[in-house]
């Protein structure tokens, strides 16, 4: 069974930075794409990053562009987002995910097949 569990998340001043992680098991980890989202209170699930197996191909919501970093390490089983320049909008529960189509990169929270519980981040004003 595939499991995600994030951590990383917690309490920071505006315009500073966070890494998350994420870890995965229950399969090969290097051969499926692996994303983050978020979601506000009151608000819609927000793509947020994604980056594909071979982290070759790497995508970002607008909201985020220069700002945060999506990485992994295959070898650890782990998917990680660098959040620079911490915003107060930025605050709200992250989550990690996947599909369970080889190949498939994250973009669209609608198709995830598998999410992690999520880990919250808050930026203080």
């Not at 917690?10 to 979601?39: D, E, N, P």
């Not at 369970?100 to 598998?114: M, Q």
């Amino acid at each position: 069974q595939v499991q995600l569990v994030e951590s990383g998340g917690g309490l920071v001043q505006t315009g500073g930075s966070l890494t998350l992680s994420c870890v995965a098991s229950g399969r090969t980890f290097s051969a499926y794409g692996m994303g983050w989202f978020r979601q506000a209170p009151g608000k819609e699930r927000e793509f947020v990053a994604a980056i594909s197996g071979s982290s070759i191909i790497k995508y970002y919501g607008d909201s985020v562009k220069g700002r945060f970093s999506i990485s992994r390490d295959n070898a650890e089983n782990t998917v990680y987002l660098r959040m620079n320049i911490l915003k107060p909008e930025d605050t709200a529960l992250y989550y990690c995910a996947s599909h369970n189509r080889i190949g498939v990169i994250p973009t669209d929270a609608a198709s995830i097949d598998y999410w992690g519980r999520g880990t919250q981040v808050t930026v203080s004003s």
